[in-house]
């Protein structure tokens, strides 16, 4: 079973840690990575950029209209992910209670089964 567990990240709150607590949670995404790539369970992980560096589309008259920044406002936004393949939603869990950021408050974690994929999922 497909799961995507994403990070919902809080800069204020990211901001507030020491350097200390930072590394911690770049050691901590490192180790579980090296996990799951053992465990065969990851597929793959992304982080994203800053909302401020996305643009929004849409399109009116039949013409894209582009803007800058996040379509959401809000103080917590997507930071990444990992989409992993394991037994059952208990190990997404598992897994996800492995990622740092969960025992940061202010920071999510979420855990969601994956209904449809296409595409290279290799990347």
């Not at 803007?67 to 869990?93: M, W």
Request: with cysteine; proline share 5%; net charge negative.
């Amino acid at each position: 079973m497909r799961f995507l567990i994403s990070l919902h990240i809080n800069p204020a709150v990211l901001d507030a840690l020491t350097d200390e607590e930072k590394a911690a949670i770049g050691d901590g995404h490192g180790k579980l990575l090296e996990a799951m790539k053992a465990s065969g369970e990851l597929i793959t992980t992304l982080a994203l950029a800053d909302p401020s560096q996305a643009a929004v589309v849409s399109v009116r008259n039949d013409q894209p209209v582009v803007t800058d920044g996040p379509f959401l406002e809000a103080k917590e936004f997507l930071g990444g992910f990992y989409l992993v393949d394991c037994e059952n939603k208990e190990r997404a869990i598992e897994l996800a209670a492995q990622i740092p950021d969960t025992r940061i408050p202010g920071l999510g974690v979420e855990v969601r089964q994956v209904m449809f994929a296409d595409g290279n999922l290799d990347a």
